[in-house]
């Protein structure tokens, strides 16, 4: 594919796309085609083979049993690490975060292996289930505005020394590990707990995929008046509650 194009692929909407999480494609697609790329989506169902040429995959957040489906999809597949291993874009939610780690406790209680594309781990908290808004830093290398985000899991994920945190929160529980560390990322491939969708509330990040893909420094502004008033709004509704 050219770089006028884009190859958006969305993993396992069957399985993985839980609050709302299809909204990311939804922003990535439309603001690519805002900035004037032909976007070829691709929904891949769980039955399906991933395409391993794909230029951004989307792979979002659900529910333990499905999850652990997923997984072993997706192990067998092996679609998705080459993707990676060619250099692919990934951004992943919440179970699909977890997915992209080396290891998840599965809904049988059983240690279970991820694809190993973000030295993470992920167990099973034994405190309170994170639920709720979510306010952050995002990774200065990373140039973007404030996160927010929602938050619903029960998993608690350690990072390894080959990923950095993707934020560090300041409301909110993010990776659950009490350390304030949000997410992680290296290199074009991207986990976090938020749902919201996450792309609708910060449209910053979708533009951060659509740059890697096109390996440029910035790009046409959009009019973001809907997306800067949602944002308002969760920021304001997260910060009453303290
Ligand atoms: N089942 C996982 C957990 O509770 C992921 C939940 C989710 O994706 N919302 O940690």
Redesign the pocket.
């Known amino acids: 594919m050219t770089a006028s194009s884009l190859r958006l692929v969305w993993v396992y909407p069957d399985l993985?796309s839980?609050?709302g999480d299809q909204g990311n494609v939804l922003v990535v697609e439309r603001r690519a085609r805002q900035r004037g790329l032909a976007v070829e989506r691709v929904d891949v169902r769980s039955d399906q083979p991933v395409p391993t040429t794909g230029d951004i995959y989307l792979i979002?957040?659900?529910?333990?049993r499905p999850?652990r489906l997923a997984a072993e999809r997706l192990r067998r597949d092996g679609g998705l690490t080459k993707a990676a291993e060619s250099g692919a874009i990934i951004f992943s939610?919440?179970?699909?975060?977890?997915i992209l780690g080396r290891e998840?406790v599965n809904?049988l209680g059983e240690r279970e292996a991820g694809l190993g594309l973000l030295d993470v781990i992920?167990v099973?908290?034994t405190g309170a289930?994170c639920v709720g808004d979510v306010l952050g830093d995002v990774d200065e290398r990373l140039g973007l505005p404030q996160l927010t985000g929602f938050?619903?899991?029960?998993?608690?994920t350690q990072l390894g020394p080959g990923v950095r945190p993707f934020a560090k929160v300041h409301f909110g529980n993010g990776n659950g590990t009490g350390d304030g560390t949000e997410g992680a990322w290296r290199d074009t491939i991207f986990g976090t707990?938020m749902?919201g969708p996450v792309m609708a509330r910060n449209p910053q990040i979708a533009d951060l995929l659509l740059r890697l893909h096109l390996d440029v420094p910035a790009l046409p502004p959009v009019d973001d008046r809907w997306y800067d008033a949602l944002r308002t709004e969760r920021v304001a509704a997260a910060t009453q509650t303290v």
Request: glycine residues 20%; proline residues 0%; hydrophobic residues 15%.
């Open positions: 993985l839980t609050y979002g957040g659900g529910e333990d999850q939610v919440c179970a699909g975060y977890q998840f809904d992920s099973r908290g289930r938050e619903n899991h029960q998993g608690v707990y749902h």
